[in-house]
């Protein structure tokens, strides 16, 4: 499939309702505090069509953060004020991979979702237009790379495992890719996806 014709998919999906979905999805018997305060927060699911398809754009933390350190992540943040979301995800992504706001068009947005970092994270799903080269934000990102679109769109290349958090063993999505492990709210999130363009 082309990447055009993926990304066509994709916008057709995006204009269907779906789940909000949380880093406790996997975990039923875990009861989640009642007035509990979430944090805003948006991350850009960019792509750059090509020929063969569509490429996903990923980062990986620095090994030197204090949270997430080395994680695979997307290009995002919490919210600044009273910007809205839309404008969270394009100022996080140009800050943390240098990537232009003028050539990200936005196509959509998944559901929220909910981490156990206690932020509501909506994820907004962009194609980038023009060529782009990365530039890390040194401080914060080790390196930027790209996935197959129709890889973390196939549900089959998803796999449960565990570990143990807070006393007990929490389970969670992992979507590997090469050396790369996508795991946690990142993997929620493209799981998300994934059911959503399958719905």
Known sequence: MTGSDLIEKLEAALGKPGAASSDFDLNPDLTLPEGRVLRDAAVLVALMPSTDGAQLVLTKRSSALKHHPGQIAFPGGKRDGDETLATTAL?????????????????????????????????????????????????????????????????RNYVIEGRRWRGRTRHYFVVPYGPYYIWGATARMLRSLAEQVRA
């Open 91 to 155: 100022r996080e992504a140009e800050e943390e991979i240098g990537l232009d706001r003028n050539q990200v068009r936005l196509i959509g947005t998944l559901p929220s979702h909910e981490t156990v970092t206690s932020f509501q994270v909506t994820p907004h799903v962009a194609i980038i237009d023009g060529p782009f080269t990365p530039v890390p934000e040194a401080g914060e990102v080790a390196e930027v790379f790209t996935v197959p679109l129709e890889h973390v769109l196939d549900t």
